[in-house]
């Protein structure tokens, strides 16, 4: 039996990718492992937002051939689909496998491993298989990857395997695919390509089996979740496919990964108000307070809109989580401007913030400004605004502090305690040991924090 190690980096939508690639694998017989060094081979699902999980994954891979140089080690994700020499450059790495070109991983490995007395070259007439040319490097791994953008199906087959991820207590549902947006500085769109969107019947479909296999709560996510349906034939539109896994399903909650501002409308928060049966749970990225760097940035919205999208959340629903993302250090980005993005979160009722340090990525308009803020400065800027969100998240939880609410049980325990999420994502203790799934009602205290991240 091929023992199989994986592992994800980065956002949601990676990590529905990374269960839905689990799942494919096991299903050609492949026995997965806990650890990297009892793999015959390992797969890394990359990111490649920042330069920091560049090298996250380079050291990965490092470390993983050190301890285990015998694995065959397949790296692939967004980083393997922008730079995919790179890393087939390292020791270790057999293949290098873009985004485009994951879902044939499977019938790879399988090549590879019932082909055991093949050559090389006998492994690439399976890339042929696919519309889009294969690249190949002429170094130490192989590369399988085409143009993202030709692509315009979804990246997995449907049946269980478009993302969702029974394999943990509140599994990931992948419903959309790249986008069409062009921030200054995101690199996501050059390596996820143009925006696709599950079908609705394949979403209630997913959503039905991950209920029968005995899913409470299912995060919908997506790369611009809020962009769902606008490439289908006829037109779709979230709010439409939320009604109906309402309508059509027994899920007993829903959750929302990040959704852009301009999305937040007044249809859709009051969506949320409506049915308990979704979690007053809103993450909505803002970069910036400042009205020029947001226009720097290539964003839609300025900051007196988002601000009025995240009153209406507070007030329509007033126990909701809100949390936005922010990038401190974006070129040009003065000492005023900052201050401005402190004085407008400040003002705003966050629960939690995710804050990032500018990093400039290949093929974006912002890696060609000038005017830099030196490191030592975004440093300095992402500690204040950090400390910040720590303020807003101990403020939001002692709003809550006393109050009984509904949470599910995670996969985290000891002998008197079990960790539990609410619908309003706040990390919670339940007395004595629980199964993770299950649901209890909890009284908020003021140990724990809010998730920094899910």
Same mark, same amino acid.
């Given at each position: ?7 994800? #980096? ?47 994954? $380079? ?6 051939? +050190? ?45 590879? #491993? ?55 207590? +509140? ?18 769109? &050059?390596?996820?390509? +143009? ?36 490439? &289908? ?10 009604? +109906? ?22 249809? #859709? ?86 804050? #990032? ?11 060609? &400004? ?15 605004? $950090? ?9 939001? $939880? ?34 004595? $040991? ?13 140990? &724990? ?6």
């Amino acid at each position: 039996m091929t023992a199989l190690f994986i592992e994800n #980096f980065g956002c949601r939508a990676t990590e529905a990718d990374t269960s839905a690639l689990r799942r494919s694998l096991v299903g050609i017989g492949m026995t997965a492992v806990p650890d990297p060094v009892l793999a015959d081979v390992v797969v890394l699902n990359t990111c490649t937002v920042t330069h920091r999980a560049d090298a996250q994954t $380079r050291e990965a891979i490092r470390k993983i051939h +050190r301890l285990n140089p015998g694995a065959r080690i397949v790296v692939t994700g967004c980083y393997a689909q922008r730079a995919p020499e790179e890393l087939a450059a390292i020791d270790g790495v057999a293949w290098v496998v873009g985004n485009s070109r994951q879902a044939e991983i499977a019938d790879l490995v399988r090549a590879m #491993f019932d082909s055991r007395t093949a050559s090389s070259s006998d492994l690439f007439p399976l890339a042929q298989l696919a519309d889009e040319p294969m690249s190949l490097a002429r170094g130490p791994a192989k590369i399988l990857t085409g143009d993202i953008f030709a692509q315009s199906i979804w990246p997995f087959p449907s049946g269980g395997s478009t993302g969702a991820a029974p394999d943990r207590t +509140r599994p990931i549902l992948k419903i959309q695919d790249g986008c069409q947006n062009r921030c200054s500085y995101c690199v996501i769109p &050059l390596v996820r390509g +143009r925006s696709r969107s599950l079908p609705p019947d394949e979403v209630i479909g997913e959503v039905r089996s991950l209920v029968s296999a005995g899913a409470k709560e299912i995060v919908l996510s997506g790369i611009n979740l809020g962009s769902y349906g606008r490439d &289908l034939v006829p037109r779709a539109a979230l709010a439409a496919v939320v009604r +109906r896994i309402l309508r059509e399903t027994t899920l007993e909650q829903l959750r929302f990964s990040s959704i852009e501002p301009q999305d937040i409308t007044e249809e #859709f928060v009051t969506l949320v108000e409506s049915s308990d049966r979704i979690a007053p749970h809103f993450h909505v990225p803002l970069q910036s307070g400042s009205d020029r760097i947001l226009q720097k940035m290539h964003r839609w919205y300025r900051a007196g809109h988002y601000a009025q999208r995240i009153q209406l959340i507070r007030h329509l629903l007033p126990q909701a989580a809100i949390g936005a993302d922010v990038i401190v250090g974006f070129p040009g980005e003065t000492r005023e401007d900052f201050a401005a993005t402190a004085d407008f979160i400040s003002e705003l009722p966050f629960s939690y913030l995710h804050v #990032f340090s500018f990093s400039p990525r290949p093929g974006t308009a912002a890696e060609q &400004l000038s005017l830099r803020v030196e490191a030592g400065e975004i440093r300095e800027r992402a500690r204040a605004l $950090r400390a910040l969100g720590e303020e807003k998240a101990a403020r939001f $939880r002692n709003s809550q502090v006393g109050k009984t609410l509904r949470a599910l049980t995670l996969d985290r325990s000891e002998d008197s305690w079990t960790e539990a999420l609410t619908g309003n994502y706040l990390k919670v203790r339940i007395p004595g $040991r629980h199964p993770a799934n299950e649901w209890h009602e909890a009284m908020v205290g003021r140990s &724990l924090t809010t998730p920094s991240s899910d």
